[in-house]
């Protein structure tokens, strides 16, 4: 057995393997996520993966090029009658799937294109105020922040997460009511006009109202963002720094017992320093308007048939002619064979549309073919190992993801491999 070295419990892994060692199997919360497999490009090469240029996602399925990692260990840390306090935490590790060993300090290592990143750590006060807020609870530190996304194209499109904190599960008996302040850094700020260079921090103000009763087995949520660059004194008196703000307002409509699924139907409006993100405020853009429609949802065709679809219309014009429409749709049948084993298709459209009109449109298709093993019949059943054949075909410019496999001329590419997805 090897030694762990003194400097090894520094490491994120390894400290989380202690914590989860050093406490009592049961009083911990072990939770996570992971995908990770090997594929290859007909003509010879790695896995190519398929993105059109200028899309905020692509259809996932035989179509992800990395192993990509979240390890979350949880604990209840102190409990007196309906009071409690919970220490939550996650480690997230992203490689390209290339060698055995994929270290994240390439000037140890040349082989090294591994990142690592704390996702989560933060403390909730669970009914912190029994009296004044029954069931409320109070919040701070880094965490996932009542994320919104589409699982086949793994598009975020409600997602303020980072620092921050907060009162959530407020009960105000039509509806919960949940506020936050989140946080934000512009990254690589390049602009030195008066001697500066410094990050930018950008704030949002999160407000929600969900579980509102509808109709029946129906449900609405409103959501309502603002943000603001929170410029330094030094940034102020730069004219490169811009002191962008924006606003956000989302409402979304879930309809349960939707043949057998659901259907969620979101309706966002931003303006400004939101217009590029999924609520966060960010700068060094123009100024405008952006409209966002994503219709989603899993039905039972069959007995032995499930089906998850989406439909997104991403409308962003920007005054400085740099936005764009997006028109995404996808859909993934499942054919269940017994409760283990199932056969999976998935065809994925993009159309980009720029502003601009010196710049052309340009579109990616996408199918895939996987045949599964999964722990269930669910759509939702986890572990699962798949082996797939993905064929993509694009026009107007190449797609996003470089990959050495695809000459530049190209139009179209084919790839096959085995991939593992779980979470727990």
Same mark, same amino acid.
């Given at each position: !057995?090897?030694?762990?070295?003194?400097?090894?419990?520094?490491?994120?892994?390894?400290?989380?393997?202690? !914590?989860?060692?050093?406490?009592?199997?049961?009083?911990?919360?072990?939770?996570?996520?992971?995908?990770?497999?090997?594929?290859?490009?007909?003509?010879?090469?790695?896995?190519?993966?398929?993105?059109?240029?200028?899309?905020?996602?692509?259809?996932?399925?035989?179509?992800?090029?990395?192993?990509?990692?979240?390890?979350?260990?949880?604990?209840?840390?102190?409990?007196?009658?309906?009071?409690?306090?919970?220490?939550?935490?996650?480690?997230?590790?992203?490689?390209?799937?290339?060698? $055995?060993?994929?270290?994240?300090?390439? +000037?140890?290592?040349?082989?090294?294109?591994?990142?690592?990143?704390?996702?989560?750590?933060?403390?909730?006060?669970?009914?912190?105020?029994? +009296?004044?807020?029954?069931?409320?609870?109070?919040?701070?530190?880094?965490?996932?922040?009542?994320?919104?996304?589409?699982? %086949?194209?793994?598009?975020?499109?409600?997602?303020?997460?980072?620092?921050?904190?907060?009162?959530?599960?407020?009960?105000?008996?039509?509806?919960?009511?949940?506020?936050?302040?989140?946080?934000?850094?512009?990254?690589?700020?390049?602009?030195?006009?008066?001697?500066?260079?410094?990050?930018?921090?950008?704030?949002?103000?999160?407000?929600?109202?969900?579980?509102?009763?509808?109709?029946? $087995?129906?449900?609405?949520?409103?959501?309502?963002?603002?943000?603001?660059?929170?410029?330094?004194?030094?940034?102020?008196?730069?004219?490169?720094?811009? $002191?962008?703000?924006?606003?956000?307002?989302?409402?979304?409509?879930?309809?349960?017992?939707?043949?057998?699924?659901?259907?969620?139907?979101?309706?966002?409006?931003?303006?400004?320093?939101?217009?590029?993100?999924?609520?966060?405020?960010?700068?060094?853009?123009?100024?405008?308007?952006?409209?966002?429609?994503?219709?989603?949802?899993?039905?039972?065709?069959?007995?032995?048939?499930?089906?998850?679809?989406?439909?997104?219309?991403?409308?962003?014009?920007?005054?400085?002619?740099?936005?764009?429409?997006?028109?995404?749709?996808?859909?993934?049948?499942?054919?269940?064979?017994?409760?283990?084993?199932?056969?999976?298709?998935?065809?994925?459209?993009?159309?980009?549309?720029?502003?601009? $009109?010196?710049?052309?449109?340009?579109?990616?298709?996408?199918?895939?073919?996987?045949?599964?093993?999964?722990?269930?019949?669910?759509?939702?059943?986890?572990?699962?190992?798949?082996?797939?054949?993905?064929?993509?075909?694009?026009?107007?410019?190449?797609?996003?993801?470089?990959?050495?496999? %695809?000459?530049?001329?190209?139009?179209?590419?084919?790839?096959?491999?085995?991939?593992?997805?779980?979470?727990?």
């Amino acid at each position: !057995m090897n030694k762990i070295q003194p400097a090894q419990l520094f490491r994120p892994s390894a400290l989380l393997a202690a !914590m989860l060692l050093a406490s009592p199997a049961l009083a911990v919360d072990f939770h996570g996520y992971m995908r990770s497999g090997i594929g290859a490009t007909a003509g010879g090469g790695d896995q190519a993966c398929f993105q059109a240029a200028g899309a905020s996602a692509k259809y996932r399925l035989g179509n992800e090029c990395e192993t990509y990692a979240e390890i979350g260990l949880g604990k209840e840390v102190w409990k007196e009658g309906e009071q409690s306090f919970y220490v939550d935490s996650m480690i997230a590790y992203k490689s390209d799937q290339a060698n $055995d060993w994929e270290a994240t300090d390439s +000037d140890s290592n040349p082989y090294a294109n591994g990142t690592s990143s704390i996702r989560q750590f933060n403390v909730q006060a669970k009914n912190f105020l029994p +009296d004044t807020l029954p069931g409320a609870t109070l919040w701070a530190g880094k965490r996932y922040y009542k994320r919104h996304d589409v699982h %086949i194209n793994d598009y975020y499109y409600w997602d303020v997460s980072g620092p921050g904190a907060g009162i959530e599960d407020i009960d105000l008996g039509f509806a919960k009511a949940h506020v936050a302040w989140m946080r934000n850094t512009d990254g690589d700020w390049t602009y030195n006009g008066a001697g500066t260079g410094t990050n930018v921090a950008n704030d949002t103000l999160d407000f929600r109202l969900n579980d509102i009763e509808f109709n029946t $087995d129906g449900k609405l949520e409103f959501g309502y963002n603002y943000g603001k660059a929170n410029l330094s004194d030094i940034q102020e008196k730069d004219p490169g720094y811009s $002191d962008q703000k924006g606003h956000l307002v989302t409402v979304e409509h879930v309809q349960g017992n939707w043949f057998g699924g659901y259907n969620k139907l979101a309706l966002q409006y931003g303006t400004d320093g939101i217009i590029g993100s999924t609520g966060r405020n960010t700068t060094g853009n123009s100024n405008g308007s952006m409209v966002r429609l994503v219709n989603q949802g899993v039905v039972s065709l069959s007995d032995n048939i499930e089906m998850m679809y989406v439909q997104i219309h991403e409308d962003k014009d920007f005054d400085n002619d740099s936005g764009q429409a997006w028109t995404s749709f996808g859909v993934r049948p499942v054919y269940k064979w017994n409760d283990t084993m199932s056969t999976a298709l998935e065809f994925g459209y993009d159309y980009i549309d720029p502003q601009a $009109d010196d710049e052309k449109s340009r579109d990616l298709k996408k199918v895939t073919l996987a045949q599964q093993w999964s722990a269930g019949r669910s759509f939702w059943a986890r572990p699962q190992i798949r082996a797939f054949a993905t064929y993509a075909m694009w026009d107007g410019g190449r797609y996003n993801a470089a990959s050495e496999s %695809i000459e530049p001329g190209d139009d179209n590419g084919l790839t096959f491999g085995v991939q593992a997805e779980a979470w727990w």
